[in-house]
């Protein structure tokens, strides 16, 4: 199966919006946990965002109430809608799905996926 490709990041100043796509295998599509974690320059990754096969969603608290993911299930693609972004979101933002039979938690994400993209960059200026 193929890894997923993200789309959608570049430059904004601070509080404006930016819309991630990613493109998630046929193969594993709505099979597995599906989220996005970020990684800024010289720091550890972060979980961001997931969404469950069942359609339960879980935030970091960094981004609650500022991003919304959701998934399109014609197109098999994930998404992750940004709103009110800080300087503090610049980071490499990353798709991926989680291991079968793991949490499906923004907490950790990145420890238990399986499968993760390139990543598409987004910076937020002050």
């Known amino acids: 199966q193929g890894r997923p490709v993200e789309s959608g990041g570049g430059s904004v100043q601070a509080g404006g919006s930016l819309r991630l796509s990613c493109e998630v295998s046929?193969?594993?599509?709505?099979?597995?946990?599906m989220g996005w974690y970020r990684q800024a320059p010289g720091q550890e990754p972060e979980g961001v965002a997931t969404?469950?096969?069942?359609?339960?969603?879980t935030y970091a608290d960094s981004v609650k109430g500022r991003f919304t993911i959701s998934k399109d299930n014609a197109k098999k693609s994930l998404y992750l809608q940004m709103n009110s972004l800080k300087p503090e979101d610049t980071a490499m933002y990353y798709c991926?799905?989680?291991?079968?039979?793991?949490?499906?938690?923004?907490?950790?994400?990145?420890?238990?996926?399986?499968?993760w993209g390139r990543g598409t960059e987004v910076t937020v200026s002050s």
């Open positions: 991926a799905t989680v291991r079968p039979y793991y949490t499906c938690s923004a907490d950790d994400i990145y420890k238990r996926t399986n499968s």
């Open positions: 969404l469950g096969t069942e359609g339960t969603t």
């Open positions: 046929a193969a594993t599509y709505g099979k597995l946990c």
